[in-house]
């Protein structure tokens, strides 16, 4: 997909990014897609409760409710990495928090660190979506680009290929010496209802992406996929201590890419 499509807006340069799996790491409520009926609204309560009832015991959910014009179809999926209680207390809260961030809205997407939950009217399971996009950088740059460029491109091309092979809950984590002192942690990450190839193109677009460019870390987040790489461990099993001590004095920029 060609990004010349795009435009970018930029709504905050250097932020202090202060990680928390309770704050939305990004949403998307479409304006174009009012809410027309009640039992509209009613069938989005219902597929809500499905997603959260399956996804807290499985990990993830693709289900519909409703027939004909009143159809809806959800998603739901926590991170594959993520311990089951983390995963069911996520997917809760974001059900609860995407009616209320999003109202009167058919095509809703929330996004947190430990999972991501979506609906609409419209049938997107087994798609590739990269039409919305939210982009974090480090606004640091590396001082080896070269050298740090081989290292992250062989870390990524592994934890791609783990995100979309049959069995890996659509993650894939890995990390790499780059120094006797320094480490680089990646993880991919698919929705489960795309097919390994479909997985793997997602991932390529997201990798792709010009943004992260010679930074220490970068985070790609699209509805049917996202990357993160970092010089701080993020995922499970999870050195807190470290991973906040690195995390909480990293300054970042962000941007929206939209259609």
């Not at 499985?58 to 990495?81: E, I, K, W």
């Amino acid at each position: 997909m060609a990004f010349s499509h795009y435009y970018l807006l930029i709504f905050a340069l250097c932020i202090l990014y202060v990680e928390s799996a309770d704050d939305p790491s990004a949403q998307l409520c479409n304006e174009n897609s009012n809410i027309t009926t009640p039992e509209i609204t009613k069938n989005i309560d219902s597929l809500l409760t499905k997603l959260v009832q399956t996804t807290s015991q499985s990990g993830y959910s693709a289900t519909t409710f409703g027939t004909d014009q009143t159809q809806v179809f959800g998603l739901a999926q926590c991170r594959g990495d993520v311990p089951n209680d983390e995963c069911s207390s996520c997917i809760q809260n974001a059900a609860k928090e995407i009616k209320t961030l999003c109202p009167n809205r058919v095509d809703a997407r929330l996004w947190y660190e430990y999972c991501f939950i979506r609906y609409d009217m419209k049938n997107f399971f087994g798609k590739v979506d990269t039409g919305y996009g939210m982009l974090y950088a480090n606004v640091e740059n590396v001082t080896d680009p070269e050298t740090f460029d081989e290292a992250l491109g062989a870390l990524m091309y592994r934890t791609n290929l783990l995100a979309a092979a049959p069995g890996s809950k659509g993650v894939g984590t890995g990390e790499t010496k780059l120094s006797d002192f320094v480490t680089l942690y990646a993880l991919s990450q698919c929705t489960r209802d795309l097919s390994p190839l479909l997985c793997r193109q997602c991932l390529a677009i997201a990798l792709g992406q010009t943004f992260c460019a010679n930074k220490k870390g970068c985070r790609v987040i699209y509805s049917s996929c996202n990357i993160r790489y970092e010089l701080y461990p993020f995922f499970f099993p999870l050195d807190e201590k470290l991973a906040l001590e690195s995390s909480s004095i990293t300054h970042y920029m962000s941007v929206v890419r939209k259609p």
